[in-house]
């Protein structure tokens, strides 16, 4: 079994940073591909990045380009998020994924994941 926990939300105002981080436990996840997604209510959830394995791929949603880094550390099991300029419309609950299929690369595909975390809030002031 694997327990995902993501750390870093919380309330900033419009072009402020935020980093989201995402631990893993009870299964490493350094040989698998992460993803961030995030979900509004009222919204279908929605990817925002994925990296593989190794770190040396990534993959951005058009709306965070430029903006956001994935990033990881596998000797420490962990996937960071770093958020900068941040918008209102950033606003959502921010969570991570693992995919365990041995994928090679990354997908952007939410039903390719197949661990979840809790999700941790990002609310952006204007």
């Known amino acids: 079994q694997v327990q995902l926990v993501e750390s870093g939300g919380g309330l900033v105002q419009a072009g402020g940073s935020l980093r989201l981080s995402c631990a893993a436990s009870?299964?490493?996840?350094?040989?698998?591909?992460m993803g961030w997604f995030r979900q509004v209510p009222g919204k279908e959830r929605e990817f925002v990045a994925a990296?593989?394995?190794?770190?040396?791929?990534?993959y951005y949603a058009d709306s965070v380009k430029g903006r956001f880094t994935i990033s990881r550390d596998n000797a420490k099991n962990t996937v960071n998020l770093q958020m900068n300029t941040l918008k209102p419309e950033d606003t959502a609950v921010y969570y991570c994924?693992?995919?365990?299929?041995?994928?090679?690369?990354?997908?952007?595909?939410?039903?390719?994941?197949?661990?979840w975390g809790q999700g941790t809030q990002v609310t952006v002031s204007s």
């Open positions: 994924a693992a995919d365990y299929s041995g994928r090679r690369g990354l997908t952007l595909r939410i039903y390719e994941y197949d661990y």
């Open positions: 990296i593989n394995r190794s770190g040396g791929s990534t």
């Open positions: 009870g299964r490493t996840c350094s040989s698998t591909p």
